[in-house]
């Protein structure tokens, strides 16, 4: 790897030391209460998160926020390790996983009328879009509110949105907006990695078995509704998402 990487991966091998281990697991599942759960994991480095969280939060809530909290909170130290250009361009692929994911969790809430609070706590802050923005999207009245505040602050995967939402209008078409959103996503991915360097292929690696999971998902599914007597012939493909490894 290039000197760029040095720093960064000492800091990150001391922050995996800190990870919980198989002995910590075996200790929380051994609690006889979620309170007792909750005491553990506030012993460990989830402290800080655990703190948070118990000022809004008790139970199972509380142990999720505090696991979300973390995540913004690691992911987003993780970034600052890496300096401009490939560095910071091969950290922001792997981490856009999360605006993906964010984007994909306000259009299903706004479209399905889900309460804020409920959106917002599916919601993990660890991508471009920080928790300001994504408060700011979960609040709006309807989708098409969404999707024209994304357009004004320039926000990731507005233009994507845009234009399959003008292709797909109408709620029954909502899986043809999400697919359409999660194609270009990783068709900009590959676009910035068609040229790659040797680290670049290991992040293209690691996207293509996103996609092949993603894709091996999307075919269970389908063969769990329709049935195996269904197929007469190939399985549709409509869905399937291209770029990944399995032709």
């Not at 505040?149 to 507005?158: E, I, W």
């Not at 996609?211 to 409509?238: E, H, K, M, Y």
Request: negative net charge.
């Amino acid at each position: 790897m290039s000197a760029d990487y040095g720093y960064a991966n000492a800091r990150l091998r001391a922050m995996k030391s800190r990870l919980l281990v198989s002995d910590d697991y075996h200790r929380l599942l051994a609690q006889e209460s979620v309170a007792s759960f909750i005491s553990l994991l506030a012993a460990t480095d989830y402290q800080e998160d655990v703190e948070d969280a118990l000022l809004h939060a008790s139970g199972i809530p509380c142990v999720a926020d505090a696991l979300r909290r973390n995540a913004a909170r690691i992911f987003g130290r993780v970034y600052d390790l890496f300096g401009a250009g490939e560095p910071e361009l091969l950290i922001r692929i792997l981490l856009s996983r999360w605006d993906l994911q964010n984007v994909l969790t306000l259009i299903r809430g706004q479209a399905n009328r889900i309460p804020r609070s409920e959106i917002l706590a599916a919601l993990t802050p660890v991508g471009r879009l920080d928790w300001i923005e994504l408060e700011t999207l979960a609040q709006q009245p309807s989708l098409t509110a969404v999707v024209d505040l994304m357009l004004t602050r320039h926000l990731p995967y507005a233009n994507s949105l845009a234009r399959a939402m003008g292709r797909h209008r109408g709620r029954e078409d909502l899986k043809q907006v999400e697919y359409a959103l999660i194609v270009d996503h990783y068709r900009r991915i590959s676009e910035a990695l068609s040229q790659p360097s040797a680290n670049g292929r290991v992040v293209l690696g690691l996207v293509q078995a996103e996609i092949d999971n993603l894709n091996l998902s999307v075919f269970l599914r389908l063969w769990s509704d329709a049935g195996a007597d269904a197929w007469a012939g190939a399985p549709p493909t409509q869905w399937l998402i291209p770029g990944g490894s399995l032709h």
